[in-house]
């Protein structure tokens, strides 16, 4: 799964993009790709926020005006036919930012429902507009798509709602963040375990909220100049990695070295197996683990 930006954000926008839609045109059955927040024009045409980084620049630079726009259009069609979110082994839920709002008149099984409809709809704009004359069920499908792309999870000082649900200070507009009580709620309808996210740079590229039922994976290392990690997850026979590679350069004797940190756990993600379904973190170590493989590793010391 290629749950970071394709499309944006970086003077390799174009490339990126070629090379995972590529990949997904040489391994259709292999490579999955999630929507975010970034493949959409609101985004990736917003020079006024992201300067020559965001795509439409981009294309423009490397094509020029008329061929640029072209190119950037023909993108944006194909961002919009990608699905907002994927499921793994029936536990895992993933998606590039949260989850959405409850309604009144639908539950998280009914949103479950909606987005495996091959009629939910392609949208290009994910902004609820009631002004724009958006039918009732283009609202729902845009709250949706806008919980799916754009929510984050709440910090510890967050006012949250009774619904578990605050604001978010840091993307404004509709965008909201969700507590343990809002996840709880959605775990617990539709199935999932755990919620794999993006969307937010994490310093070790990846990041453990909420007891552990919420992975934040970003996999892109000296985003925008930072120095943060690379993180990235593996799951296979019931085990979820988890991987954090660091990329830095040390300068000595006026020359550069290059170096690769990895770090890695693991843990157990089949329900049957893990306890009470939460992700821990080793006191002694800081290796994380789940509850039934906690014990066994505390007891190894």
Partial sequence: YQRRVHGDRGPASVEV???VLALKCMAPHSVFLLRGNHETAECNANNKAYGNTCLLSQC?????????????????????QMPLAAAVDGSIFCVHGGIPKPSPTHSYQDYIHMLRNMDFPRLENVNPSPEQDDSP???????????????????????????GFGPNVQRGGQVYTFGRSALDKFLEQTGYQYL??????????????QDGKVITVFTSSGYCGGENAAGALFISDGKLRLISNLRHVDRQDGGQRLHHDVNETEHEHDK?????????TCECCGDVFSSSELSKHRRSF
């Fill in 17 to 19: 993009a070629a090379l």
């Fill in 60 to 80: 423009k630079f490397r094509f020029g005006n008329d061929i640029g726009d072209t190119v950037f259009h023909a993108f944006n069609q194909v961002f919009v």
């Fill in 272 to 280: 049957e197996d893990d306890g009470d379904g939460q992700l821990h």
């Fill in 196 to 209: 794999v996210r993006a969307h937010e740079v994490k310093q070790q590229g990846l990041r453990l909220c």
């Fill in 137 to 163: 069920q283009l609202l729902v499908y845009k709250y949706i798509a806008l919980g799916l792309m754009w929510s984050d999870p709440a910090a510890v000082d967050t006012p949250l709602d009774e619904e």
